[in-house]
Antibody, heavy 122, light 109 residues
Framework: EVQLVESGGGLVQPGGSLRLSCATS????????MSWVRQAPGKGLEWVSG????????YYADSVKGRFTISRDNSKNTLYLQMNSLRAEDTAVYYC???????????????WGQGNLVSVSS | QSVLTQPPSASGTPGQRVTISCSGS????????VNWYQQLPGAAPKLLIY???QRPSGVPDRFSGSKSGTSASLAISGLQSEDEADYYC??????????FGGGTKLTVL
């Protein structure tokens, strides 16, 4: 059974940093692209970042480019999102999502985590 | 405002057929495949349709997708109360960004 479990969210002050983790199981992690998708309270879905199975290719939404870094540890079957210079508008539930294949240039996600709330406020 | 445009709301009565549209441009829907996600209240999104018109295993055939040019549609036939949810279209953009539509809230009357 495929499982994605996010952790690391919480309350942080503007300008602060946070690292989200997504522990996975039930599939060959290194064979699939992974992404982060967020949802601000009461709002729609927003793609944040994607990474290839090997970790060698990454893409970012313009809204987070230069502030967020996606990475993965294939030996630990874990996906990460390092978030720096956080702003109030980054407040959202962050979902990790498994790509249906290894195509990082895509938004086809067949499994999602339960979501992890990040609140940016003073 | 989302690059992929969806109506904010849609509604229907049980048994009816409802369609939800998604409009984009040549750099996203026009040159890449479209996916649809269903998000029930308080839950994570679920893949409903991928590659324009393919259903993952377990998704009822009441749900169907289509694409023409720079627009796509999700159709739900035989509407049921449990279909009440938010629906999102999604596509990759050639500017190297993933895109979601703004979402459509479906109400079953």
């Amino acid at each position: 059974e495929v499982q994605l479990v996010e952790s690391g969210g919480g309350l942080v002050q503007p300008g602060g940093s946070l690292r989200l983790s997504c522990a996975t199981s039930g599939f060959t992690f290194s064979s699939y692209a992974m992404s982060w998708v967020r949802q601000a309270p009461g709002k729609g879905l927003e793609w944040v970042s994607g990474i290839s199975g090997s970790g060698g290719t990454t893409y970012y939404a313009d809204s987070v480019k230069g502030r967020f870094t996606i990475s993965r540890d294939n030996s630990k079957n874990t996906l990460y999102l390092q978030m720096n210079s956080l702003r109030a508008e980054d407040t959202a539930v962050y979902y990790c999502a498994k790509g249906k294949g290894n195509m990082v240039r895509g938004v086809t996600f067949d499994y999602w985590g339960q979501g992890n709330l990040v609140s940016v406020s003073s | 405002q989302s690059v992929l445009t969806q109506p904010p709301s849609a509604s229907g009565t049980p048994g009816q057929r409802v369609t939800i549209s998604c409009s984009g441009s040549s750099s996203n829907i026009g040159s890449n495949t479209v996916n649809w996600y269903q998000q029930l209240p308080g839950a994570a999104p679920k893949l409903l349709i991928y590659s324009n018109n393919q259903r993952p295993s377990g998704v009822p055939d009441r749900f169907s997708g289509s694409k023409s040019g720079t627009s796509a549609s999700l159709a739900i036939s035989g509407l049921q109360s449990e279909d009440e949810a938010d629906y999102y279209c999604a596509a990759w953009d050639d500017s190297l960004n993933g895109l979601f539509g703004g979402g459509t809230k479906l109400t079953v009357l």
